[in-house]
């Protein structure tokens, strides 16, 4: 069972119920990942959103990855990638895979540059930030090549379009 806990800053107003979006998007990355079993253990598993904005993230993007600017999404897994295969239950009956923090300016305005549904962009980077959580990256080329396909896969359980079709055209 997968629980997700969301907490909003103004900027993202009530046009979009993102509490359901974003449950929907983790679940979709974690059944498209090699970890989709922690779907069915006996406990639950959390994933903790917070929408915020480009301020904060700038600030954490600095403090954390050392990088003096905002970005799009940041996780920060709480449980180590070798060990989610032998999680087992807890003393409260949930544990909690990480924290995911989104920029609200950055976010829209990628997607206003891509020219694609904000709420589906949105979508994406919770995709993008669960699978950080679960231990995939993109620091090398094959690494990439998984990670974008887990989220390909996620996203089309959405029915949301491959992101990096058009990039794949190019290649």
Request: aromatic share 6%; charged share 20%; with cysteine.
């Amino acid at each position: 069972m997968l629980q997700t806990e969301l907490t909003a800053s103004p900027l993202w107003k009530n046009e979009q119920d993102w509490t359901d979006l974003a449950a929907q998007a983790a679940k979709a990355a974690i059944s498209a990942s090699s970890h989709a079993d922690l779907l069915d253990r006996n406990f639950a598993i959390e994933v903790s959103v917070k929408l915020s904005d480009d301020s904060e993230v700038h600030s954490l993007n600095k403090a954390y990855r050392g990088k003096d600017k905002p970005t799009n999404v940041l996780s920060f897994p709480q449980i180590q990638p070798d060990l989610l295969e032998t999680l087992a239950n807890t003393d409260d009956g949930e544990a909690l895979l990480g924290d995911i923090i989104l920029a609200y300016e950055t976010c829209r305005d990628e997607a206003s540059a891509k020219n694609i549904s904000f709420s589906h962009h949105v979508s994406h980077l919770i995709v993008h930030g669960s699978l950080h959580l679960l231990g995939y990256d993109h620091e090398n080329e094959i690494d990439a090549g998984l990670m974008e396909n887990c989220e390909i896969n996620a996203l089309a359980t959405l029915g949301i379009a491959n992101p990096y079709a058009e990039q794949a055209q190019n290649r």
